[in-house]
């Protein structure tokens, strides 16, 4: 029987390169995203379904569900990919703006897990992976609401590995590093306040730093990602984390090698601060 394979966040970067992956290898895809209509390429592949899916409205997403439940009768597989990514000092965000990138890297991702969980127990079998980032296990300045959303993230999907083992559902982790995409042009709300100066120099410093890595030679493709949650949603093992980029992986392991002092001195270094 063909397995099916819902991502949210579908339209652009991984979400893309992800349901071009599965539908490559056969799969039924549901590639969801919040404006189905100006989506032109997925749409003309077989065994793919568009449809709207705004991880914040909780009747959007129990549309989509349905939608794909009849449609494929399954979800085998549930990629929580929808986000983005508020950069600032955290002080000049209105709380409008702070409770939107909880409510879209957090809670929609609950919501949408929420809604499918039912499809997936009474199948006794399914995979979550939920993409999280190298910002979900170590911060970044000015990047304290997009590490905080991905944190809990990374705290969520390991609770929910020992909630779900036992019915059979596996619930995974992909972390990348630097993207190549257009997540610093369409899926970043930065905001700086000119009024607090005190904050510029870090801000400064941080932009130059953010543009580099994302236009740097070990920033990773959409498609090497979409590779890692292939390996996620198919491996069959009980594994959590899988990193995605050898940035990521050369950074995390920094990380867990050296003491917080001497970590978080190198970071400054290299970012100039």
């Not at 539908?23 to 969801?32: L, Q, R, Y």
């Not at 630097?178 to 400064?204: C, W």
């Amino acid at each position: 029987m063909t397995k099916t394979i819902l991502i949210t966040g579908a339209s652009t970067g991984i979400g893309r390169a992800t349901s071009k992956l599965f539908h490559n290898k056969g799969w039924n895809v549901v590639a969801t995203m919040r404006t189905p209509a100006a989506e032109t390429e997925l749409s003309q592949l077989s065994n793919v379904l568009i449809t709207k899916l705004d991880v914040t409205d909780e009747t959007s997403i129990k549309a989509a569900v349905a939608q794909s439940m009849a449609k494929f009768d399954s979800i085998d597989v549930l990629v929580n990919n929808a986000g983005y990514g508020a950069v600032g000092p955290m002080e000049t965000f209105p709380m409008e703006n702070i409770r939107r990138q909880f409510d879209t890297n957090v809670i929609g991702l609950i919501a949408t897990t929420k809604e499918v969980l039912p499809h997936m127990r009474a199948a006794k079998s399914g995979v979550i992976v939920n993409i999280s980032s190298v910002g979900g296990k170590v911060a970044f300045p000015l990047t304290s609401l997009y590490s905080g959303t991905k944190f809990a993230v990374e705290g969520l999907t390991e609770a929910l590995g020992y909630e779900l083992g036992s019915i059979g559902i596996k619930a995974k982790l992909v972390e990348p590093g630097a993207i190549k995409t257009d997540f610093i042009g369409r899926s970043l709300d930065f905001h700086v306040d000119e009024n607090m100066e005190e904050y510029l120099p870090t801000v400064q410093a941080i932009t130059a730093y953010m543009e580099q890595i994302s236009n740097g030679e070990n920033a990773s493709t959409p498609e090497l990602v979409a590779d890692v949650i292939w390996t996620a949603a198919t491996d069959g093992t009980s594994t959590l984390r899988y990193t995605a980029g050898a940035d990521a992986a050369q950074l995390i392991a920094e990380r867990k090698a050296l003491d917080d002092d001497t970590f978080l001195s190198n970071m400054k270094a290299q970012m100039g601060l």
